[in-house]
């Protein structure tokens, strides 16, 4: 075996061990916050009004929240489609990252090609534009803090050398493919010979590790969210509310 | 009194009142502070008298059962991504520039602290924007938590909805526990507990109050309205908020009138003669001690029906009775019920029909305050509205975005309305200062017994020619008494 050899055995090891690392740390780490907002009760009904009457009425509102975004849209036009085209592009993208992990593909993911670097675009500029707003208002740039231009930089990592890869110095999408497999079924496969592509993979594992410690949970909070998710119901017969909380 | 910036910040309120932000002003607002409690007064409610000894633990102890015991701080300490979207949106700090004054800004106190104790950011301070409860921390608390109004309106604006109210509420708990909190806040709960009322009016005073209104009354129109206090057996309890039998006495007529005029037997209680609820800006418990002796009132007189009298953070605490004091099902539905929601109930029926003389609010061009507990935590939006258009011929509304839900606090909510503060109040109330003035309406109806505290003051301030008064008033202006 060359040296050569033994580094890359040496690489792919130390990434097989991040990657299940980081899958753990993610999953275990979301699973752990999300009961915690789950398990802790709300003492008092605390819906903003106007509000829906009725649990359905409140899940659809929950629902636009995730979806569309409508409170940013009343508080800032500008903030609302640059935060709205990032994660549309996002979910795209992450939605075409399926013909990494998924045989056969599914045929829709296939059919998105032809607009994926569209959306792996989309997301950069969202990205720049987002980070850009940070720092060009007095009042976004008084707030800011590490945390918060350290995950943009980040994902803007993240995006350009996912970019990069696939449509400049193109990784070998077969090797690729097979890495990937490789550890959803554990068996060890050598990692893609392609710094950048390794440098895409180590961001990502990065952000998944970071993500249930950081303000990422958002994705989770937003559901859970005490004013969005409570109907108001304060004058409905029967439906009293019980404080669940026995010394607050 | 501390200036600030006193540039308008309603662009163009004939299109929908769009805001421009002031200038960041960093500090400007960070000399004005509560005095803090006396002894006496948190000896009378159950708090610690000064700073505990080992503050720093009891706080943080404290902090962590609040997360286990409230979902809303529990998914607030995480979910903010400091957007921004919120900061241009808070009253305080439109009117006073400072940076600390965005909800987020605020918010942030907090979670730095939680940060620092409850994650893993706490391991690296600096890099995970975590730092230690301290001194300063503890004085920026102080300070900030008490520079909020509660009033929800950032919540409104928040892609999660993130309540900075509840953030606000948290932090004066846990301040609470280790014997900080404010003179004006300490001193009213401990006045409900003594008199029953946060006005401190004696059992005495409120009964010849009442009999001092009749008498008026009898005079001027010459009919047998009464203002009955603790009559057992009446079909209805009222329970306004003290400054109507004693500031706002307009409203308290109002309340006499309609019932006369209806034939119902209605009562208030010396007990509980405080729709208010100050434990509200202070913390849970005593939130539902007083809570709790409104429905005891009722049970004492055996009254059929409780209504709510004009008061904002009443009808905000009052929707929370039948969690914080027990079923109400020995009450007749619905409970808890509002004044406004009765007199629209009545409207529909019909009971006014042909004795509703409109033109005799002419005089008035009326536009309509939402207070901020009312419209944004008890769903009365519409009720007042209805009421205004049927006894009011001449009806204006404010700017859109400073209306409904999104209306702007008055300024002295969530136990600002103190002399201290004076600086924050009047800075807070611009927006709603310049969206009344925008109006040329010459009365400024609203249901809330702080708003109408504050919004004459605010008024005079600003130099905006208005009258204050309830929304009853006008009622009881229009209806033809038999
Ligand atoms: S709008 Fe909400 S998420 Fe954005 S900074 Fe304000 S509190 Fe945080
Ligand atoms: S609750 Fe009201 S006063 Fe408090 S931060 Fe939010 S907007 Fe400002």
Same mark, same amino acid.
């Given at each position: ?12 090891? @130390? ?16 699973? &752990? ?50 935060? &709205? ?129 950081? $303000?990422?949970?958002?994705?989770? +909070? ?27 | ?21 002031? $200038? ?38 404290? @902090? ?32 006073? +520039? ?84 404010? $003179? ?15 006005? +401190? ?64 037997? &209605? ?90 003389? $409109? ?102 301030? &600003? ?20």
């Amino acid at each position: 075996m060359s040296t050569s050899d033994i580094l890359w055995t040496l690489l792919s090891l @130390f990434f097989i061990g991040l990657a299940y690392f980081a899958t753990f740390a993610f999953v275990a780490g979301l699973l &752990w916050r999300l009961y915690g907002y789950l398990r802790t009760p709300m003492p008092l009904p605390h819906s903003l009004t106007p509000a829906p009457k009725t649990e359905g009425g409140a899940v659809l509102r929950v629902l636009g929240d995730v979806t569309l975004f409508p409170n940013l849209f009343k508080a800032d036009k500008w903030l609302w489609a640059g935060a &709205w085209i990032f994660h549309a592009a996002l979910v795209s993208v992450l939605f075409r990252h399926l013909r990494y992990f998924t045989y056969p593909v599914p045929g829709i993911v296939l059919y998105m090609e032809p607009v994926a670097l569209f959306f792996g675009i989309l997301f950069g500029v969202a990205a720049l534009f987002l980070f850009w707003r940070r720092l060009g208002l007095p009042r976004t740039l008084y707030i800011s803090n590490i945390p918060d231009y350290f995950i943009l930089v980040l994902l803007g990592l993240v995006a350009a050398t996912g970019l990069m890869v696939s449509y400049w110095m193109h990784v070998n999408i077969v090797d690729v493919k097979s890495f990937i497999l490789g550890l959803m079924t554990f068996r060890l496969v050598e990692v893609p010979r392609h710094p950048l592509f390794l440098l895409h993979l180590f961001f990502i594992l990065v952000l998944m590790i970071y993500f249930p410690f950081s $303000k990422l949970m958002h994705a989770g +909070g937003i559901i859970f969210s005490p004013s969005r998710h409570q109907p108001f119901q304060v004058q409905v017969r029967g439906k009293r509310y019980k404080n669940p909380v026995e010394r607050y | 009194m501390a200036k600030f910036d006193e540039t308008p910040i309603i662009k163009d309120p004939a299109v929908k009142g769009e805001l421009r932000p002031p $200038k960041i002003r960093e500090h400007a607002s960070a000399e004005v502070k509560c005095h803090p409690s006396k002894p006496k007064d948190t000896a009378a409610i159950n708090l610690p008298s000064e700073l505990v000894p080992d503050w720093q633990e009891r706080a943080i102890a404290r @902090f962590g059962e609040l997360l286990d015991k409230n979902q809303a701080l529990r998914v607030y300490m995480d979910a903010c991504v400091r957007c921004g979207a919120c900061t241009d949106k808070c009253q305080f700090f439109l009117g006073t +520039g400072d940076p600390q004054n965005f909800p987020v800004a605020r918010a942030e106190l907090m979670r730095k602290v939680y940060r620092r104790y409850f994650t893993p950011a706490g391991l690296v301070p600096g890099l995970g924007d975590a730092a230690d409860f301290d001194e300063e921390m503890l004085q920026k608390w102080y300070t900030y938590f008490y520079q909020c109004s509660e009033c929800r309106r950032c919540s409104v604006f928040c892609p999660y909805g993130i309540d900075t109210a509840e953030i606000t509420a948290a932090a004066r708990e846990i301040m609470a526990s280790i014997g900080i909190s404010t $003179k004006y806040v300490t001193e009213v709960v401990a006045k409900v507990y003594e008199t029953g009322n946060n006005l +401190g009016i004696p059992p005495l005073a409120w009964i010849d109050n009442s009999e001092f209104l009749a008498e008026d009354m009898e005079e001027i129109t010459g009919l047998p309205i009464q203002f009955p206090v603790d009559e057992e057996g009446a079909d209805i309890l009222l329970i306004p908020p003290s400054a109507d039998n004693f500031a706002n006495t307009d409203t308290m007529i109002g309340y006499g009138k309609l019932f006369h005029f209806l034939g119902v037997s &209605w009562t208030t209680s010396t007990y509980c003669n405080e729709a208010g609820n100050f434990g509200l800006f202070l913390n849970f418990e005593n939130l539902q001690k007083v809570n709790q002796r409104m429905l005891e009132a009722g049970r004492q007189l055996g009254a059929k029906t409780i209504i709510w009298g004009e008061c904002g953070h009443a009808w905000r605490a009052g929707i929370l009775t039948p969690t914080l004091s027990g079923s109400m099902d020995d009450f007749d539905p619905p409970y808890p019920y509002h004044i406004s929601q009765y007199i629209v109930d009545m409207f529909r029926k019909g009971a006014f029909e042909g004795h509703i003389d $409109k033109s005799a609010n002419d005089e008035f061009l009326v536009t309509y305050h939402d207070p901020c507990n009312s419209a944004r935590a008890g769903n009365l939006l519409d009720e007042p509205r209805e009421i205004i258009r049927n006894t009011c011929n001449r009806f204006v509304e404010m700017p859109r975005n400073t209306i409904r839900e999104n209306t702007f606090c008055c300024g002295a909510g969530g136990g600002l309305l103190t002399d201290e503060l004076m600086p924050i109040r009047m800075a807070g109330g611009k927006p709603r200062a310049e969206a009344v003035k925008y109006t040329q309406a010459n009365y400024l109806a609203t249901v809330c017994a702080i708003c109408k505290a504050q919004l004459p003051e605010l008024m005079k301030y &600003w130099e905006v020619p208005v009258q204050v008064g309830g929304v009853i008033d006008l009622l009881a202006n229009s209806l033809k008494l038999k």
